[in-house]
């Protein structure tokens, strides 16, 4: 146990120092920095049209009301601001690795190369007004429900951004990791974008069997839909169950893809 907590204190210090390196990178050219911000921003004022045309035409899906689907926006703003951030500029890099033979410069690191390849570099500045406006309308929708605020609610919430924060890692570097075997993932990896957006609303607009599909096969209905559907009490207790259950096994399977991939790549110096 105690071993295990030296490596985690380590690992969480290399990547203290990840986030560093990334910084004082991305303050050398300062206007592309305001510049990535200025540009999410604007992204950001599309997603809002989506939210005055709820409340300008009163929608409701099932029992949610516009108050409502105001959270599962902001939820879903706060996680792509966490996906654009932390994870994206690392996946886009994978296949660059493998077809320019940077992988093997990066296997001969003392640490993790999973750890290395999938969170070596952090954006810093696509985050912040995704994490601004979607904690907003968290806690405007908040507000507005009546949700109490009380540590539970607190604690139940944080802890599905977190699992979701767990789903998405997992779900989004699949299309990374079939660049071992496949030539150009490219438009898979559109495809996986395109179900991402699917999060935009919340998952009782789909049919059951989308919804099916969306929770048990590719969970990523999960990752948005759970931590608001727990704090309104629509959540059952087993789908908080397997909302609590999913990420596990998706590291558990990701990890074992990692591991085949590993084993068949083959150099590119040969």
Not at 212 to 239: C, D, E, H, K, S
Request: hydrophobic letters at 55%; one cysteine or more; charged letters at 10%.
């Amino acid at each position: 146990m105690r071993g295990w907590l030296v490596t985690l204190r380590n690992y969480l210090m290399i990547y203290f120092l990840f986030i560093k390196n990334c910084f004082i990178a991305q303050m050398e050219y300062r206007t592309n920095f305001i510049l990535g911000i200025a540009v999410e921003i604007a992204y950001l004022f599309a997603k809002l049209l989506y939210v005055v045309v709820v409340y300008e035409t009163d929608l409701h899906i099932g029992s949610i009301t516009p108050d409502g689907i105001l959270m599962f926006v902001g939820t879903y703003t706060i996680m792509t601001g966490l996906y654009s951030g932390l994870f994206f500029p690392n996946f886009v890099r994978v296949s660059e690795y493998i077809r320019s033979g940077t992988l093997d410069l990066l296997m001969v690191k003392p640490i993790s190369l999973q750890f290395l390849v999938s969170l070596r570099y952090i954006d810093l500045g696509m985050p912040i007004p995704n994490f601004i406006a979607g904690g907003t309308m968290v806690v405007i929708s908040w507000n507005a429900l009546n949700i109490p605020v009380t540590a539970w609610s607190l604690f139940s919430f944080l802890f599905y951004l977190g699992t979701a924060l767990i789903i998405t890692y997992c779900l989004m570097f699949i299309p990374a990791l079939l660049s071992f075997w496949l030539v150009n993932t490219g438009g898979l990896a559109g495809i996986f974008y395109s179900i991402w957006d699917a999060n935009n609303m919340p998952m009782p607009i789909y049919s059951r069997f989308i919804q099916r599909i969306g929770v048990y096969v590719l969970p990523f209905l999960v990752i948005t839909n759970f931590g608001p559907m727990m704090v309104m009490n629509q959540l059952t207790p087993a789908l908080a169950v397997w909302g609590a259950i999913a990420p596990i096994v998706l590291l558990v399977i990701v990890r074992f893809v990692w591991n085949r991939a590993i084993r068949n790549y083959n150099s590119a110096s040969g």
